[in-house]
């Protein structure tokens, strides 16, 4: 019984630090969904790592990115944050989003811890859940 107790309060504590950046990293991604809403792809821009930033030069060009690859993100209908894991050594946020016409969508946000707060240092769109594989 002891060993089950030590167990669980070792799960407990490990998943604590994750847990604790849930909130600000949530509310980054949420802050650069928002931005991109308003077609602000600078405010948008300065969500994304400097990996990102050297990647795309400009906030235009990253603008050009998400709308080109990402429509769900650049006008979601709907926006739903689900869970935080860690993946070797990385944190990984998933995200729900609900297009325009409807259709889910699964994404995983990679989340860095800067200087600047968190930002998203990576985004993979996931294969549909409702589609066989």
């Given at each position: 019984?002891?060993?089950?107790?030590y167990?669980?309060?070792?799960?407990?504590?490990?998943?604590l630090?994750?847990?604790?950046q849930?909130a600000?990293?949530q509310?980054?991604?949420?802050?650069?969904?928002?931005?991109?809403?308003?077609?602000?792809?600078?405010?948008a821009?300065?969500?994304?790592?400097?990996?990102i930033k050297?990647?795309?030069?400009?906030?235009?060009?990253?603008?050009?990115?998400?709308?080109?690859?990402?429509?769900?993100v650049?006008?979601?209908?709907?926006?739903e944050?689900?869970d935080?894991?860690?993946?070797a050594?990385?944190?990984?946020?998933?995200?729900?989003?609900?297009?325009?016409?409807?259709?889910?969508?699964?994404?995983?946000?990679?989340?860095?811890?800067?200087?600047?707060g968190?930002?998203i240092?990576?985004?993979?769109?996931?294969p549909?859940?409702?589609?066989g594989v």
């Amino acid at each position: 019984m002891r060993n089950g107790i030590y167990a669980v309060l070792t799960a407990l504590c490990l998943a604590l630090p994750v847990a604790a950046q849930e909130a600000p990293i949530q509310s980054t991604i949420q802050n650069q969904i928002d931005a991109f809403q308003a077609d602000d792809f600078a405010l948008a821009f300065s969500y994304a790592s400097p990996n990102i930033k050297g990647l795309f030069g400009t906030a235009e060009n990253f603008g050009a990115m998400v709308k080109e690859g990402y429509p769900m993100v650049h006008r979601p209908a709907e926006v739903e944050m689900q869970d935080l894991r860690e993946v070797a050594g990385n944190l990984w946020q998933r995200v729900r989003v609900v297009d325009q016409e409807g259709r889910a969508h699964i994404l995983d946000y990679m989340m860095i811890e800067t200087p600047e707060g968190w930002q998203i240092n990576a985004v993979q769109l996931l294969p549909a859940p409702d589609v066989g594989v």
